[in-house]
């Protein structure tokens, strides 16, 4: 059973930083891509970014391009989402996701899911 726990959530001003954690556990997740989501309140669940296993390939929405910055250590099994120049506008629960692909963006569905960390960007 592969378990995702995600870690480094926040209250933070507009402008600020913040990174995001998510530590597999279980098993190696190798060939797996992992990636974030996040679901603000009243809105729908969007794709944020992803990573595939060698880290060769990034994806990322279009309202975080050139702010967020996603990267994955494989040795300790986690993936990380560099948050910069936040805005009010992403504050939202942040889960992180994993399953086989490259992309994970387009996806309804996931093998594994985290609970989600709550991420808070005041004005």
């Known amino acids: 059973q592969v378990q995702l726990v995600e870690s480094g959530g926040g209250l933070v001003q507009t402008g600020g930083s913040l990174r995001l954690s998510c530590a597999a556990s279980?098993?190696?997740?190798?060939?797996?891509?992992m990636g974030w989501l996040r679901q603000a309140p009243g809105k729908e669940r969007e794709f944020v970014s992803s990573i595939n296993w060698s880290g060769s390939t990034t994806s990322y929405a279009d309202s975080v391009k050139g702010r967020f910055t996603i990267s994955r250590d494989n040795a300790k099994n986690t993936v990380y989402l560099q948050m910069s120049s936040l805005k009010p506008e992403d504050t939202a629960v942040y889960y992180c996701?994993?399953?086989?692909?490259?992309?994970?963006?387009?996806?309804?569905?996931?093998?594994?899911w985290g609970q989600g960390t709550q991420v808070t960007v005041s004005s």
């Open positions: 279980g098993r190696t997740l190798r060939g797996y891509a």
């Open positions: 996701v994993a399953d086989l692909g490259v992309v994970l963006s387009g996806r309804n569905e996931y093998n594994y």
